[in-house]
């Protein structure tokens, strides 16, 4: 982990309500792993006082530069929309997390993303097909066109499964998706980031299977480095739920086992 | 070069930067941005004699120039604190002050004297102002009675110099610092920070887990600022200033109130480098005035004539 400024090398609309900054960061971009993120101070002198955080989308194949999908949330990203042009510098601290664990033996795996969730998971679908892993994705959000990073899982060459809220069917469709790949793909883990019901699907699916599944979480953050105990989310210490404790989602996650966030 | 140097009740400080409990290095790690040592004296997260979980999310919240916040001092069990933390920070090339808290007056003494026997601190931090328990911190400083009480206790079980951090509620500052002084403290660290409120105008509910919380950060400066001046006034113990604290131009407005030290506070969760940066500034700041030591910066916004009041020995008010 560490705080450095970074060159921009592009920051531009990536598709629906989504940006995509892209910026010169070798020795973060290099530590990566799949999961974890940045912190991203864009300040001036009157504010917005904390960073915000952010999965990372993508790296480099050189693994020099790494890039960040955003939604256009409120001050601190239409900040960065419109202060980091190329040219400027972008004030990051990283890698921060603990990112998702991908077992050496795995041969398929499932990533579940929706909406700004999906930027979670493309760096770990390079990181399976690097290893010879086929990943099969089932996307989903409010619209079709805030449906990011569609064209980074079908290269990888796995089934890509879109469903959006305003088609029928709406988001439910993703987890019958899932469900009935899963009856015909002997998925070996489950990768999710965006939406309880998605991990309540995945937990559910996982025990049956007697697989792992894995879900990146959010929570309002202050450091992001583990100094402030500011980010807890109430998790399960035991599959059972009997046992629970809170845990900085900055530190030991983003990335948790779903038996460890399901209905905790 | 400038003389940097400070004693404070005989911990030598090679420079007057520290930090606030609880705002710098978790988990172990106190040298994750900048190596511990380059501040003069090092002050962890308050710990208490049980364990407990910590205060229910959501425990941050943005404001304007600041922090809202309520995490009440989550805590590992003290065996553990004894097994694990307190080797790491013994080991430190840093002064050490531990902060401390309990519930009870008895609670207090019995964990000042087991920090006290672990020979690993070189002073230790009352905890009279946590804003986000529900027992102890503020009840004792709000009450000069309870306060006097309580040192005098803490006071008897160790040897090492005694710190009393403070809360900035002006109507009870100065009988409760006086108090603190005569029972024996050896400096104050102020300001906590004060309790604070956000309601969310959707559901007209407190928006932090907590319902109530503390405000910290620069939006609390010139209040502490002014606090830290009161008792430059009010008391004669050496003042470790906070309170928003973000760069060398604070660290030098905190000193002229009368603060011999100035801890970085939330700054550091937002710009980790924030102190190592202050200290090379305050430095080539004080050869461009021509300043050879910084000792003189403290207490200079009370004038040259001004005299701060003699030690207090007793009670200023009945007990
Ligand atoms: C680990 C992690 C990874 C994330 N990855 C992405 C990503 O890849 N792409 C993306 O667009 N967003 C991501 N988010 C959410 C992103 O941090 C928020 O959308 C962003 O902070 C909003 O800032 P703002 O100033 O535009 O919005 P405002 O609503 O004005 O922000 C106000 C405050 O709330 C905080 N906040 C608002 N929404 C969230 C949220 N969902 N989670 C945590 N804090 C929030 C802000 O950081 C800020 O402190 C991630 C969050 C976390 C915790
Ligand atoms: C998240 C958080 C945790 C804190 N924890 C402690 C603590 O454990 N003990 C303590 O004495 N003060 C604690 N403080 C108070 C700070 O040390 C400091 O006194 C206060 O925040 C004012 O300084 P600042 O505005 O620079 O942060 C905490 C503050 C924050 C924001
Ligand atoms: S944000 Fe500070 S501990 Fe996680």
Known sequence: MEQINASVV??????GEY????????SISAALEPGQFVNIRVSGEHGPFLRRPFS?????SDRTRLQVAYK?????CRLMRDTLRPGTTCDLI???GTGYDLPAEARTIALVGRGIGIAALPTLADLAASRGITSHAFLSARTRDNIVGTEIFSHHGGMVFLHSDDQPGGVTMVTDHLLAEASKIDFDAIYVCGSNRLIRAADTLARKLNIPAQSAMEQHMACGFGDCHGCVIEV????????KAYREVCHYGPVFNTWEVVNA | MPDLSINIAGIEMKNPLTVGSGTYGHHGNFNQFFPVETMGVLVPKTVRPIEWPGNPPRRVIEVPSGLHSSVGIPSISWEQFEAVDAPRLRDLPVPVIQSVIGRTEVEYAEVVARASALNAFQGLELNLSCPNLKQGGLDFGYDPDAAYKLVKRARQETDLPLVAKLAPDYSSLVSVAQAIEAAGADAVALVNAPRAMCIDIETLKPMIGNGV????GPAIKPMAVYMVWTLYRSISLPIFGMGGVANYKDVIEFMAAGAAAVAFGTVSYVDPMALPRALVDLETWLVEKGIDDVKSLIGAAHGSDFQRPAPLKEMKHAV
Request: hydrophobic content about 40%.
């Open chain 1, 10 to 15: 592009s920051n531009e609309p990536l598709t």
């Open chain 1, 19 to 26: 940006w995509l900054l892209q910026v010169d960061a070798p």
């Open chain 1, 56 to 60: 990372v989308y993508r790296v480099s």
């Open chain 1, 72 to 76: 256009l949330v409120g001050e601190g």
């Open chain 1, 94 to 96: 990283g890698p921060l």
């Open chain 1, 236 to 243: 399960n210490l035991d599959p059972a739920g009997e046992k």
């Open chain 2, 213 to 216: 919380g503390a405000l910290s």
